[in-house]
């Protein structure tokens, strides 16, 4: 078995990560670098009202073409 599963592969698929609407990587790299706790909310908070935002919009959208 592990032969077979080392010579196909196995494809791993998985969701995007996010804290706060930050990508999880992004996220962590701020706080590696020290940005303030205030300067990361304000970034979370900016990126949380235009996923918002968007979605509103798609689903206008959505409820025009129905």
Do not use: S, W
Not at 4 to 28: L, T
Not at 36 to 62: D, F, G, S, V
Request: hydrophobic content about 40%.
């Amino acid at each position: 078995v592990d032969v077979a599963i080392y010579k196909k592969g196995i494809v791993v698929n998985h969701a995007p990560c996010f804290v706060g609407g930050i990508p999880i990587d992004e996220y962590f790299k701020m706080l590696e670098d020290g940005t303030p706790q205030e300067e990361i909310r304000q970034e979370m908070y900016r990126r949380l009202t235009e996923m918002q935002l968007q979605k509103e919009a798609e689903l206008k959208e959505e409820a025009v073409e129905v």
